[in-house]
């Protein structure tokens, strides 16, 4: 027997009464749903560069706020931390490109607040190493605003650091000195004459294109031709690039190179030292787009970016819960009916445990009854729940599911089928070959998001799902004839073979590992060829 819905209703946010976010290992910040006070806005230091470089502190806010403001010089995947129903605000805050004023954004972080909202306020590196935090503290002083301010990594000491620079060497450079170089008031006469006269290094931030007069401005007062000078362009990031001169000559070597903004300048004795990292992770250099939905976006990209890669989050699906549905909410308030339930998604596992505690059934109801899964992922969702599946097919593959299904079926045995609206209907046909009973229920669809479609150019694209498949090519997105498509399963490549031939590779495992591994093997493959030329 199957039973199938059609019902769709817009999501509705389960807000919890009251959350703790665990910002050290001393202290927490506690947040209510119910708050009669103004709002509170953290002043939150990103880091430079990837986003993995910002603080634990740092992410625990940003997993738990209301609104994010942020400058557009971070990297965007620190936003895929931020829950789905946040409001995120751009407020630019780039060399040479439209932005916020400064009492614009002072105004929104008052404004917010005054509306009850847990504000993050996200700057890129420190909020008080030139990066106006002080400014936006005092309007927020003024309007009797809670805040607190997060450290962030900064670009003066991790962007050299990254590139193997030192900015401090016993009995070489005792001292360092951040200097800013944004502007042409920054180049008065006095200032230069004193940094000329500094021993120790010097380091220049946001002046790339003031480059050629800060070198000439040292040497005029009193700096030699063959100071050791370097330029770092995306310094701390995987695209980063490092140019090393003499003074004198730094700023040719830069423009020769095509070197662009964001920028650190390094000038001082250090710069001859080379520190940078001698450990080569696997994908190093290489870059992928992750295509789908966001929680399978956010897991394979920390598995990629582990290895190495510089991943491009192109989380473009999103879930729609069906939650004014009459027959999953029936099921399980009869959930004692059913013999087994059948997840075939991490996405449906977390559905299934949010609807439980909704319609306040005990978990304890669910003793005796055995959970089949499709794979490690889904398995580790019930896990988080404390159930331990009964059944895991060692492929990971909606066939192979269906087969160990009709090989363990018992003659009573009925099952609850729970998966999306466009899954794979092979399950249910091998199971109604069978004659196994069975009640399917659709508990949510995988819709498009906003995003706009353009060519993907990275090395790899990696795809999860056949809906996902479908939804990127009929939106528009296209793939470069340099970018090799890398897809989870059998299922997935049927859906890829009606859009690009066969022009893809599937992955010996069906999971977020598994593409993993075929991407390390390739690049493996790669290097030991080229070692042979």
Do not use: W
Not at 281 to 310: E, I, W
């Amino acid at each position: 027997m199957s039973v199938k819905n059609g019902q769709q209703a817009s999501a509705c946010r389960q807000v919890p009464c009251d959350f703790i976010v665990n910002d050290s290992h001393c202290r927490t910040i506690s947040f209510s749903s119910s708050r009669q006070v103004s709002g509170r806005v953290y002043l939150v230091g990103a880091g430079c560069g990837d986003f993995d470089l910002i603080t634990v502190r740092g992410r625990s806010l940003l997993e738990a706020c209301d609104t994010v403001v942020y400058d557009s010089l971070i990297d965007d995947r620190l936003l895929s931390f931020v829950p789905k129903e946040c409001e995120k605000i751009c407020v630019g805050k780039r060399s040479g490109h439209h932005s916020e004023t400064q009492d614009n954004i002072n105004r929104i972080l008052i404004e917010k607040a005054k509306e009850g909202k847990i504000i993050v306020r996200l700057k890129g590196g420190d909020p008080f190493v030139f990066g106006r935090g002080g400014e936006e503290i005092l309007a927020l002083q003024k309007e009797n605003i809670e805040y607190t301010v997060v450290p962030g990594v900064t670009s003066a000491v991790a962007v050299p650091e990254l590139a193997g620079i030192p900015v401090t060497h016993r009995e070489l450079s005792r001292s360092f000195h951040v200097i800013t170089g944004h502007t042409k008031d920054d180049f008065s006469p006095d200032r230069y004459s004193a940094y000329a006269k500094l021993d120790g290094t010097l380091v220049f931030l946001m002046g790339l294109s003031h480059l050629n007069d800060i070198a000439c401005e040292l040497i005029k007062y009193g700096k030699k031709n063959d100071t050791p000078a370097a330029v770092i362009s995306n310094g701390a990031s995987r695209s980063q690039r490092i140019v090393k001169g003499t003074l004198k000559s730094i700023y040719s070597d830069a423009v020769s190179a095509g070197l662009t903004s964001p920028a650190a300048i390094v000038i001082g004795d250090t710069v001859r030292f080379d520190f940078s990292e001698n450990i080569t992770a696997p994908l190093k250099n290489v870059t992928v787009t992750v295509t789908g939905t966001r929680s399978f976006v956010t897991k394979l990209s920390d598995k990629l970016t582990a290895q190495g890669a510089n991943t491009m989050l192109l989380d473009f699906l999103k879930i729609k819960e069906y939650d004014d549905n009459s027959l999953f909410d029936h099921a399980l308030l009869n959930i004692e009916k059913y013999s087994m339930v059948v997840l075939t998604s991490i996405n449906g596992a977390d559905i299934f445990f949010k609807r439980l505690r909704t319609l306040n059934i005990d978990i304890r109801t669910l003793t005796g009854i055995r959970f089949a899964v499709i794979g490690s992922g889904t398995a580790e969702a019930l896990k988080n729940h404390g159930i331990f599946p009964d059944i895991i097919p060692d492929e990971y593959t909606t066939q192979a599911l269906a087969n160990q299904l009709v090989f363990l079926n018992k003659n009573d045995d009925h099952l609850l089928i729970l998966r999306a609206e466009k899954g794979s209907p092979r399950l249910t046909e091998i199971l109604d070959e069978s004659n196994i009973l069975y009640d399917e229920i659709k508990i949510y669809d995988v819709v498009m998001g906003d995003k706009s479609p353009y060519q993907v150019n990275t090395d790899y694209v990696t795809f999860a799902s056949a809906s996902g498949v479908q939804a990127f090519f009929e939106t528009g997105y296209t793939v470069s004839d340099n970018t090799k498509i890398v897809c989870i399963g059998e299922v997935t490549a049927d859906m890829l073979k009606r859009f690009v031939g066969g022009n893809y590779i599937i992955a010996k495992t069906s999971s977020a590992d598994g593409i993993v591994d075929l991407i390390k093997e390739i690049e493996y493959e790669k290097i030991q060829t080229a070692s042979l030329r």
